[in-house]
Structures are given as C-alpha cells and as structure tokens.
C-alpha cells in the first residue's frame, strides 16, 4: 500500500515558487492498476518522482506498506527502490551498451541474486514480455515498443510491489501501446503488482480501473471504476 | 557486469577512446624513450667513468680523502682483504696506491699523479689494457705507461726514460728514473694528461714503503646496489678506514647525471600535462554526457559507489591500454638499442668522436632497458587516472537523478 500524506514539491520557494504538488493526500492499494492524468504541468511526473522515491518532497510524506521513505537518504534510498519499486519511463532509458537480457539481468546482479536465479528470472520476464528471441540484442536494434517492453521486464526484474510508470506510451504506436498494455494487466492480474501511470494517453486511461486526475498540483478528481 | 559496462562503454566511442588511447600511447612512448635514452647515457658515463679508473666503491685510510697525502696511506692486511670480500655484491677488489709527482724530461717538467697497480688484478676491475694506443700493459718491475696527454706533452717515443721526482712516505723523497714501455688513452683528458703507471711494487720503492696502498678499489657484481656495499663495509670494517662509493668521490658526475635528469623530468612533466589534460577532457565529456544515463542507473537502483566504480574502470582501462601499447612498442626498440648503442659521432659528422671523447664521454649512447623506467610512467599515468576520476566522483555524488533525466 502506498500512501501519501500532505504531499507537497514547490520549486524555487520563497521567490518565484510553482507548487508542482500542492497537499497531495492519496491512498494507492495494493493490486490497484492506476492512472494519474492531467494536463502538462499539473504535477503528474513531480507526483510519481516523489512516490517513487527519485524526488525529495517540500513536506508531508510518502509512506509505502508502513515505511516512511521520506526520510530515507542516501544509500537506503536508492536500495529501497531497487529492491522494492520498478520504474518505467517515456524514454525506454536501456543501458545502451547492455543486450536487452544484460538490461534485465543487471538489477537483479545489483540485489545480488545469484547466478541461476538470474538467468531463470531473466528468460522468464523475457518469455513474459514475448521478447525471449531477441534477447541479445541491444536497445537501438530494438523497436520503440519493444524497448519499452524491455523496460517494463527490468521494472519486473527486482520483483517490486509496484511499478512507477511515466508516460509508458507516449512514444508508442497503437499495436505496441495495446500489446504493452495487455503485459501489464495480465501481469497486475496474476501476480497483483501495483501500477500507477502518469498519462495523457486514452487507451491507457480508458485500461485503467483507477484514474485520478491531477490540476496544478492537486488532486481534482479520483475516479474507481 | 561493471567491468562489462566499463569495457563496451569504452567501445561506445570508438573514435574519442581511440584519440585518448593514442595521446597517452604517443606521451609515454616519448617519455620512455627520452628516459631509457638518458638512463642508458647515465649509465655509460657511470661505466666509462668509474670503472675506467674509480671503483663503485673506495676504501681509504680514515682522513685520506681530504689530505691526500702518503702519510694517511694504509696498510693492507689479508684480514682486510678478507673482511671486504665478505660482503655480498662485492666482485674484485684491488689495492692502488697513488702519489702527486713532478715529471721531467730534457727541459720540460709537469705535474703528474703516480698509480701503483697490481696489473694483472687491475684488468678484473679496469679496461686499461684495452686502452692502450701503443707498447704493451703488462709493464714489469720499473717500467711505466703514461697517458696520451704526458705522451703529447713531452713527445715521447716508446722506451724514452722520463724522470719522476716527488714527496717520498714520512718525509723520504721520492726520485726514479723510469722508461716508458706505453701510452695508455684513458678517453678522459685530465686523466690523459696527469696519469703514470707502473707496478705497485715499483711505485712502493719510488716512494721508500714496502707495505702501503693508498686506495682499495672494490668492484661490484651486476645488479648490486653499491650504496648497500658501502654501507655493509662501514658495519664491517673499523673506523680507521673511510669508504666512499663513486657518487662522493666523483661528485661531478652524480650532479651532470641531476641535471641532466632534471631537465628529462621537466620533459616528461610537460608530456604528462599534455596526457593529463587529453585524459580529463575525455573525462569531462564521458561524465557530461553521460548524466542522462547516470540519472537512469541511480533511479533503478544503482548505487553512487557502483557507478563511480564504472567511470574509474573505464579511466582506468583506457589510460592502461595506452601504457601497454607504448610499453609493448617501446620495449623492442630500447632493446635493440641497448644491444647497438646510438653512435653519437656518426650523427655528429666527422670530428665529434674525438671532441666527444676529450669531454670525457662515450660517443655511444645505449638505451637503458631497466623496467623500472616504463613501470615508474605506467604508475604514473595510473595515479594521473586516479586523480582525473576525482571530477566523476564529485559530479556523481551531487547527481540528482530527477534534474538529469530532464536534460
């Protein structure tokens, strides 16, 4: 469960300050499949930054199945979200120098997993993603879709309780947006990972069972389907 | 994984690694072979110096360096003898025993120093036999071999007599006539121009003592630290004797190798400015234009150490494969140098052998193939890359992962 409470990130306080999040108090349960929507500008990336962890907030706090990570710095910080949050970005973000099998492999290698259980793991989340036969090739001989397919097996990879998704496909044609989207409901389905989006795609929005839609930083709407 | 990242990092970009490579590559091939040329030209003035006529290593009477005179002589006994060969490194050992005299024939008369050598001891340690320009090293009882210079000087023929006249031991006068059976070229001209030859025994009896020597030449073996002789003899022998090694009984040549060096060291030291700013400009550009991607591997849980690790292996790899390459390429041709010196006179034109020969030097200049000379710069390009991964560290460790993924 990932709750946050008086959540605020304003940039340049005291001068010319933007409220990005302004008081945020929201409730995300586990196995929930979520899109966070608005207009650009309304604090949708900001929000998902400092309930991933990536982001320091101004005040109030993040607090994921019981622990407050706000006040986690440094080196913990870092090892919290490897060991606990997948993230998925607009840009794919591979390592480029690494096959689309060394992407998945190195967060595993990074928790310290051994050997076998890498490999395994690996060819699994590949098989899962349907990308098994072009496991050795390296993100730019990859397709836009399949990269971000990629990304979401890496997400996968540390087996996280949640996956922190920013604009998942906005650089996505139809057929790949909607074979991503089918990987990550049936992933949130039967293996009950929790995914927030931050979105402005309707295919997305339209998948989601949860859409809370954000306006200069507030919370204006938090519709349950 | 991250020696991985490192590495394919490294062939990411091929053409700005390369550059590096080859900037450090071109550095160090200069600065090895600028040092194996000086180090090789040390050592065979060293060599043409010292074993031409100072040993590595001298014993003397206590007090004999500053007040040379034949009353701070010594006697050498067999224990002496033995105490000195004991020490480890120690190779040949030979007793001289050397006095100032006047030099005289017909109406011209000059200065002159007489060596009492044990000549067939004397050829283990000095190339003096090589040395001779005419008559024959193995001089008998009264006989003599004087240098190119008194030679010059008085015009001397072969067997023509010059007379010696000096300070004899403990106020005796010393004064003999003596036939010259050779003229030696000790390729030094004030060697050449003050240097008289004969047996020990002949120089006793020129100077009325039976016993004495003036100097105990000791010659190293190949590799031994002659400094680590002298100081094994001073724990050895008593403190009736002083033991001097060829840096402080031929300082001159200690301080032209310093100020030679020092100009080498100046050299390298702006060939390594060169290297280091190539080195942290590819750097700089790595880190700059990496910190998208450093944004990434910190958000996915890579940790700043992890991270730092990479940019150092990579600096590390790159400034090394330059250091092999020049070491690989450099090591033949000091080798082949060593083994055929550059011949300094031919380079010069005509002339220069003898012009290089009367400052006292070789015309030959081998390069040195000691592996402390690339290994010293391997290490230094090591530290210099060490240094350089400083910036990452610093820009890595303030990253914020969030600002980085905005670039």
């Known amino acids: ?225 | 994984m991250i020696l991985k990242i490192a590495w394919r990092n490294i062939y990411r970009n091929k053409k700005r690694s390369l550059i590096t490579i080859t900037s450090i590559f071109a550095a160090l091939f200069l600065i090895i072979l600028m040092r194996a040329l000086q180090f090789g030209f040390y050592d065979k003035l060293i060599e043409t110096v010292v074993e031409s006529y100072a040993g590595y290593v001298e014993v003397h009477a206590d007090g004999f360096w500053d007040n040379q005179n034949l009353d701070n002589s010594m006697e050498v006994d067999q224990s002496l003898i033995n105490d000195i060969k004991s020490i480890e490194g120690v190779d040949n050992i030979v007793q001289r025993l050397q006095t100032f005299s006047l030099i005289s024939m017909g109406n011209k008369t000059k200065g002159g120093v007489i060596n009492g050598v044990n000549i067939s001891d004397e050829q283990k340690i000095t190339d003096w036999n090589k040395k001779m320009i005419s008559g024959t090293f193995k001089i008998k009882k009264n006989e003599i071999i004087i240098g190119k210079g008194i030679a010059e000087y008085f015009d001397i023929k072969e067997n023509d007599t010059l007379i010696l006249y000096g300070q004899g031991y403990r106020g005796m006068m010393a004064a003999g006539k003596y036939p010259v059976k050779g003229v030696i070229d000790l390729k030094n001209p004030n060697l050449n121009k003050l240097g008289v030859f004969m047996n020990i025994e002949t120089a006793r009896n020129y100077v009325s003592s039976d016993e004495i020597s003036t100097h105990i030449i000791v010659d190293k073996k190949q590799y031994y630290d002659e400094e680590k002789i002298a100081n094994d003899l001073t724990q050895v022998l008593s403190k009736d004797y002083e033991i001097m090694t060829w840096k402080e009984t031929l300082p001159e040549i200690e301080q032209t190798i310093t100020a030679d060096s020092a100009g080498g060291v100046i050299m390298a030291f702006i060939l390594y400015i060169i290297v280091v700013f190539g080195m942290f400009g590819t750097v700089l550009m790595m880190t700059e234009e990496r910190k998208y991607e450093f944004g990434v591997l910190i958000s996915i849980g890579m940790s700043r150490i992890r991270l730092f690790g990479i940019i150092l292996i990579e600096t590390i790899i790159l400034s090394m494969i330059g250091v092999f390459i020049a070491i690989l390429i450099t090591y033949p041709i000091t080798y082949y140098y060593n083994l055929n010196p550059i011949d300094m006179a031919t380079l010069m034109g005509e002339g220069a052998n003898d012009m290089i020969e009367e400052m006292g030097f070789s015309p030959l200049m081998p390069m040195s193939i000691e592996w402390d000379i690339p290994l010293t710069h391997a290490l230094v390009i090591f530290i210099f890359s060490l240094l350089i991964s400083i910036y990452p560290a610093i820009k890595i460790s303030k990253l914020n992962p969030v600002k980085s993924m905005k670039l």
């Open chain 1, 1 to 225: 469960m990932i709750e946050t409470k008086n959540l605020s990130k304003i940039y340049n306080p005291g001068k010319f300050e933007v409220k990005a999040v302004n008081n945020i108090s929201a409730l995300f349960k586990e196995g929930e499949f979520t899109s966070v929507v608005g207009p650009s500008g309304s604090g949708k990336t900001t929000f998902l930054n400092c309930v991933g962890g990536l982001d320091q907030p101004t005040s109030g706090e993040v607090i994921i199945s019981g622990e407050n990570i706000t006040k986690l710095s440094g080196s913990k910080i870092i090892n919290y979200r490897l060991n606990n949050i997948g993230f998925v970005f607009q840009a794919y973000n591979l390592i480029p120098v690494l096959s689309a099998k060394e992407n998945i492999e190195m967060i595993m290698l990074l928790q310290g997993v051994d050997e076998n259980n890498r490999i395994s793991r690996t060819n699994e989340l590949l098989n899962q993603v349907g990308l098994y036969e072009m496991r050795n090739r390296r993100p730019s001989q990859l397709s836009g879709g399949q990269q971000q397919r990629v990304a979401v097996a890496r997400a996968l990879a540390s087996k996280p309780k949640f996956i922190l998704a920013d604009e998942p496909t906005a650089n996505l044609d139809s057929k790949s947006t909607s074979n991503l989207l089918d990987i990550m409901s049936q992933l949130n389905e039967a293996e009950n990972i929790t995914f927030i989006f931050s979105t402005h795609d309707q295919r997305v929005i339209d998948r989601a069972r949860r859409v809370v839609t954000l306006e200069d930083g507030k919370i204006v709407n938090d519709n349950k389907k």
